[in-house]
């Protein structure tokens, strides 16, 4: 039926046109009707339309129809209108030197009677989908669900691929999917660029970067942290953060976190010192604040030297003195030394020690002394 209809057609619009070059020829077999050109150009259908009249024609005007070809069926009681169509317009005013035009294509939805537009090329190239105004070399206008999706690609073989070249096709961008597997992690997806692959997305959710085997919901593989580059970077205007696998780098200001290097935790410019509540720790670690723990441990010497036989354990009478010039105890650091300077703790467990055991040396003198008085008075009595 619908080459007959076609067929149809064709003949009507040879006929409208009046005469037949004898290098043409119609031949009617069965359903078809066949147009052999003898020679030449290739036959060619066309159809002409302009403004105004036979006796005054005009120029045919922006969203003028030029030709239409329509499909129409019969319902069991009549004749449809145009069902199927394919219509090439004007797009604007012709001119000697201005004849823009378009093609749309249109059809009817099972169920309705409604003919529609499907698909549209404008006059500059242009292709639409459900988009009447098409933005793009393609656009696809669509609510798009699972059962219908905006764009599908099947393919009989395993791999789905889409390329992406320049003009001389020096480079390549691919996207590739592969779907064969029963099993979603041997699934995959890939961007590759002249046949590297730099993203792989897997089937279960893990993501590769710079890797075809990610075990994990995202893993980078990439440079070494040199300061410069790595694996990850995250840049924020002139501050950037550096990651690699044992490495986080905040530049310029500090926040390192290092293991290939001697400056295994630093979070401040240089020297491997760590602040908290400062970002200028002059120490190991600096603590503007409170420090709770259960339990702090300090690897240092001890005050046991005190008990040496050597020991110059000063006179209570020469303490005596040295406390009313200086106010604090000898070799205890003052008052305003700490609030200066600070307490270094070990050093300063270490003297404590040593006075308390210097304490426990004078008890002993003392008691000796008391037992020796106790003697004499004993021996008078």
């Not at 004849?99 to 009677?113: A, P, Q, V």
């Amino acid at each position: 039926m619908k080459k007959l209809f076609i067929s149809t057609i064709i003949l009507c619009l040879l006929v409208a046109v009046g005469a037949f070059s004898q290098s043409v020829q119609l031949t009617p077999i069965n359903d078809e009707i066949l147009v052999t050109k003898y020679g030449g150009t290739p036959p060619n259908l066309a159809g002409r339309r302009t403004g105004g009249s036979v006796a005054s024609p005009t120029a045919t005007t922006a969203s003028g129809g030029l030709v239409t070809f329509s499909g129409r069926g019969y319902t069991g009681s009549s004749f449809t209108s145009d069902k199927a169509q394919i219509s090439m317009t004007a797009d604007e005013l012709f001119s000697p030197t201005a004849n823009g035009t378009r093609i749309t294509f249109s059809t009817t939805l099972n169920g309705t009677t409604s003919l529609t537009e499907r698909m549209r090329i404008d006059n500059n190239g242009k292709v639409g989908i459900g988009a009447t105004n098409p933005l793009a070399r393609l656009q696809i206008t669509h609510d798009g669900t699972d059962s219908d999706p905006h764009l599908r690609l099947h393919t009989t073989g395993s791999f789905s691929r889409i390329n992406w070249t320049t003009a001389t096709n020096v480079h390549l961008w691919t996207a590739q999917s592969y779907l064969e597997s029963a099993t979603a992690a041997s699934n995959y997806w890939t961007l590759e660029y002249d046949g590297i692959r730099h993203l792989y997305v897997k089937g279960d959710g893990n993501v590769g970067i710079g890797t075809s085997t990610p075990d994990t919901k995202l893993q980078v593989v990439g440079n070494e942290n040199d300061g410069i580059d790595a694996s990850l970077k995250i840049t924020s205007g002139a501050q950037s953060m550096l990651f690699d696998g044992n490495e986080i780098d905040a530049l310029s200001t500090g926040l390192y976190l290092n293991n290939n290097t001697a400056l295994n935790v630093i979070l401040a410019q240089g020297g491997g010192n760590v602040g908290i509540g400062t970002t200028t720790p002059n120490n190991k670690l600096d603590v503007l604040g409170i420090i709770r723990a259960n339990e702090v441990i300090v690897e240092t010497g001890w005050a046991d030297y005190v008990f040496n036989e050597d020991y110059n354990l000063k006179p209570l009478d020469e303490v005596e003195a040295f406390i009313k010039a200086n106010k604090h105890l000898p070799s205890v650091p003052s008052a305003a030394s700490i609030q200066d300077k600070g307490a270094h703790v070990a050093e300063l467990m270490t003297k404590m020690m040593e006075k308390i055991e210097e304490l426990t040396l004078y008890s002993i003198q003392q008691k000796k002394e008391i037992d020796a008085l106790k003697k004499r008075l004993d021996e008078k009595k």
